[in-house]
């Protein structure tokens, strides 16, 4: 295979072609990366058309190739944002200095340690959501859900690059063992706890793209205001797709929030789900759930690691560069809500140790507005509901209320009290198992499920009953 093939198929703005050691090393990879989406990727459906967007530059919002594509078909390219040359570390000790284009030996193993984190979640999503296709609640979310898998993929390839091009032999050996690790594997689980649990329905998916691809774009944003310059530019063009993906979270559940009140109205609270529906108050539970699971990815919210971070330039607070104050924080505080003597109480830590409570807090402020959404919905069809983020301290397995029985509420309650509420706070396995009964794939064009309103609108301008997925024939 000549360089100039091997460039073709692999769409990119890095000129790939003119680092041969770089290309060998992508070339390697590339092959097990087909190999594991063939594995692990989407069971079934690999021989179909799917109308999807392909990146072809950083400006994906206008100018990407939209178009009929076999998954296993779809060109996973490399794209960096354009450089700043004027680009200067925005906080941290080295702030004011020019950002680096070369990894500093000193800060080599932290850099690829947060790569490699962030990289282990790309495929890990994919692996998660491998089985929903089949019960897919319209052609619509089918092609929804092929557009985020394809680009979880791509992600993969951003991270996989920066190991590839920046940490020699270490960053080859990286490249490789994300794809070895697997979620929910026994031996060999994906890094975060989250990430090894399963999507098993649809609401689940929603949620998922709502609530943990939310915990991605700030963790992206963090890592966008990198001194490693490589790495923000890598991560600022994934947050430009990343936006779609919280936009199938955000519009999913306001379409499930929206057909269970039209269900509400016409047969009565009680009643939804013997018409099929999800009620209100189990949309709750999965959100709690979800939450929660998602609030753990941050890691303590006190973190001397995070503290590093941050003062050696490698990760910033989300929008660093908007913030009012002397970015380097060396003696700054920030309120963090903690467990003390017995109740939950707000106490002033370092800022720096509070980085992870921080990127927290503005990860909550934005969870805040999608909800804001679903209760628009909610009250729009006269109904007297609403949603609510339940209490940071809810159901922690990570930080500082791990293990703490705190009830969404923000009440701290005794360990039987909290066991005895768990089946109206949680999804139960029954609650699982009727949502799961309500997941049975509809894919004539234009038809919706009965558990979900249709989209506002289509895709690219398509009409809803657009046939965005075309079969091939069924053997
Ligand atoms: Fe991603
Ligand atoms: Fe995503």
Not at 198 to 224: E, I, Y
Not at 314 to 341: C, I, N, Q, S
Not at 381 to 389: K, M, N, V
Request: with cysteine; glycine share 8%.
């Amino acid at each position: 295979m000549t360089t100039i093939d091997y460039n073709e198929r692999i769409p990119n703005n890095v000129s790939l072609s003119d680092n041969r050691r770089l290309l060998r090393a992508l070339e390697s990879w590339q092959p097990k990366y087909m190999q594991w989406w063939h594995e692990m990727g989407p069971v079934g459906f690999q021989g179909d058309d799917v109308y999807l967007r392909t990146a072809i530059n950083t400006n994906i919002h206008r100018e990407s190739d939209w178009g009929y594509v076999k998954l296993p078909d779809y060109r996973w390219g490399i794209f960096l944002t354009d450089p700043d040359p004027d680009r200067v570390i925005s906080h941290g000790d080295f702030k004011g200095e020019p950002v680096w284009q070369e990894v500093p030996g000193e800060f080599r193993n932290p850099l690829r340690r947060l790569i490699v984190i962030q990289g282990d979640t790309e495929p890990a999503s994919v692996e998660q959501q491998r089985h929903l296709g089949h019960t897919c609640p319209s052609l619509y979310d089918l092609r929804n859900i092929f557009q985020v898998n394809v680009e979880e993929g791509r992600h993969l390839w951003a991270m996989v690059y920066l190991l590839d091009a920046h940490f020699g032999r270490d960053g080859r050996d990286e490249a490789e063992a994300l794809l070895e690790r697997n979620s929910g594997d026994a031996d060999k689980p994906r890094i975060l706890g989250a990430f090894n649990e399963p999507t098993p329905d649809w609401l689940s998916f929603f949620m998922f793209t709502f609530f943990t691809d939310r915990d991605g774009k700030f963790q992206l944003a963090s890592l966008a205001e990198s001194a490693f310059d490589p790495l923000s530019r890598t991560v600022q063009f994934m947050l430009r797709e990343e936006a779609h993906h919280m936009f199938i979270g955000t519009t999913g559940i306001e379409r499930v929030v929206q057909r269970t009140c039209e269900l509400m109205r016409t047969h009565g609270a009680d009643d939804v789900r013997r018409h099929g529906g999800i009620e209100l108050p189990l949309i709750q539970k999965y959100l709690n759930l979800h939450f929660s699971v998602s609030l753990d990815l941050f890691g303590s919210e006190l973190s001397t690691n995070a503290a590093t971070y941050f003062t050696a330039g490698l990760k910033g607070r989300f929008r660093e560069t908007t913030r009012d104050d002397d970015h380097r924080l060396r003696d700054a505080t920030y309120p963090v809500l903690g467990l003390a003597e017995g109740r939950i109480a707000e106490t002033h830590e370092s800022a720096l140790n509070a980085m992870n409570a921080t990127l927290q807090d503005d990860y909550i402020e934005d969870c805040t507005r999608g909800l804001t959404k679903w209760n628009r919905a909610i009250a729009q069809a006269g109904i007297d509901y609403q949603l609510t983020l339940p209490h940071r301290g809810f159901h922690r397995a990570v930080g500082i209320f791990a293990g703490a029985h705190v009830a969404p509420d923000g009440r701290l309650v005794d360990r039987d009290a909290w066991e005895s509420q768990r089946a109206g706070w949680l999804p139960t396995d029954s609650d699982r198992a009727y949502v799961g009964s309500l997941m049975q794939s509809v894919t004539e064009p234009g038809k919706m499920a009965n558990w979900i309103a249709p989209p506002r609108a289509g895709i690219n301008d398509k009409p809803i009953d657009w046939e965005y997925v075309k079969f091939a024939p069924r053997e």
